[in-house]
């Protein structure tokens, strides 16, 4: 199975910028659809966004779309969130995972049932 480890989250103010890292290993890393998702105190994780294996297709939250940007770089197994303006309502847990199937085009209708392997998660706080 993959191993997921992510990295880069801390604690932050209100309009500041973070960059998130998910380093795979484990398998064929470069073959499958990544995804961000994001679990708030109290609540249950969401979807944050995706990008699929070739990184022409991407989808996002509709509350972080133009602050949010997912990447990867297959050459070094990593799959990265870039977070600008970031607000408290960003505060979360985030989590990466990998698609459970190959090759596949992610859609905006993506979720959590779509993803099989879960990295530990990394924390992130934003301050007013």
């Known amino acids: 199975q993959v191993q997921l480890v992510e990295s880069g989250g801390g604690l932050v103010q209100a309009g500041d910028s973070l960059r998130l890292s998910c380093a795979g290993s484990?398998?064929?890393?470069?073959?499958?659809?990544m995804g961000w998702f994001r679990q708030a105190p109290g609540k249950d994780r969401e979807f944050v966004a995706v990008i699929d294996w070739s990184a022409y297709n991407t989808y996002y939250l509709d509350s972080v779309k133009g602050r949010f940007t997912i990447s990867r770089d297959n050459a070094v197994n990593t799959v990265y969130l870039q977070m600008n303006s970031l607000k408290p309502e960003d505060t979360a847990v985030y989590y990466c995972?990998?698609?459970?199937?190959?090759?596949?085009?992610?859609?905006?209708?993506?979720?959590?049932?779509?993803?099989?392997?879960w990295g530990q998660g990394t924390n992130v706080t934003v301050s007013s």
């Open positions: 484990g398998r064929a890393f470069s073959d499958y659809a």
């Open positions: 995972a990998e698609d459970r199937f190959p090759f596949r085009i992610p859609s905006a209708d993506y979720g959590e049932t779509d993803f099989g392997s």
